[in-house]
């Protein structure tokens, strides 16, 4: 059986349920007014700039020049940003839980968010406190899938990433793990992850 000693969780879509949906459906009155808004306007391309360390002030900026029309909904996107966190996504914060518990392996997280609407999440979500370390790619100016911030959380925690697993909802963001030489595990529910992790003794 292959050494594991740390065990690196993605949060948003693994730990925490966000979706701009969930905002957005509170403010079109059809779902698609919502879908065509999220596609066209607030785009994940466009939040994922936000992600790499672009600044609120400057993503609001360009949308609305482009946008007038949507000025207040596009605002909206951040100034009721906690709108869209929907919860810890339970059943994996206890799988968390279950290897926290056992004391044997290091856990850091690695996610692709805003450094400026990650304090929010530190606040709400008192699991985030278990974590070693967690590296926020606005913070760094880096964001998954670039090799580089694989290659960052590995020097800053002194990794081998031969010893770790590595946790995302995002298939991309899984290559560029494996391509670092960190085993993965591409999440689609708690109960695959949990299967997963008993197959390698890490639960029972």
């Known amino acids: 059986m292959k050494l594991i000693d ?25 779902e698609a007014d919502v879908e065509g808004f999220i596609r066209d306007v607030v785009t994940m391309d466009w939040n994922e700039e936000q992600d790499g360390g672009r600044s609120i002030q400057e ?3 360009i949308l609305i020049t482009k946008f007038p029309q949507w000025e207040s909904e596009i ?7 906690e709108e869209m966190l929907g919860g810890p996504i ?3 914060v206890d799988i968390l839980s279950q290897i926290k518990s056992q004391g044997k392996y ?18 709400r979500y008192d699991f985030l406190s278990w974590f070693e370390g967690i590296l926020v790619s606005g ?11 694989y290659q960052l959380l590995i020097d800053r925690y002194n990794c081998n990433p031969g010893h770790c697993i590595f946790i995302d909802d995002n298939q991309r963001n899984v290559h560029a793990a494996i391509a670092e030489g960190i ?5 689609v529910n708690a109960q695959l992850l949990k299967n997963y992790l008993q197959q390698l003794n890490i639960l029972t």
Do not use: C, M
């Open 75 to 81: 605002k909206a996107y951040y100034s009721r940003w």
């Open 59 to 61: 993503a609001n900026n």
């Open 90 to 92: 339970q059943e994996t």
């Open 183 to 187: 085993d993965t595990h591409h999440f």
């Open 139 to 149: 913070i760094e100016h880096l964001k998954k899938p670039d090799p580089k911030i």
């Open 6 to 30: 740390t065990i690196i969780f993605d949060l948003g879509g693994v730990l925490i349920d966000w979706n701009p949906r969930y905002l957005y459906r509170t403010i079109f009155d059809t």
């Open 106 to 123: 290091r856990l850091l997280a690695l996610t692709n968010w805003s450094a400026e609407t990650f304090p929010i999440a530190l606040d």
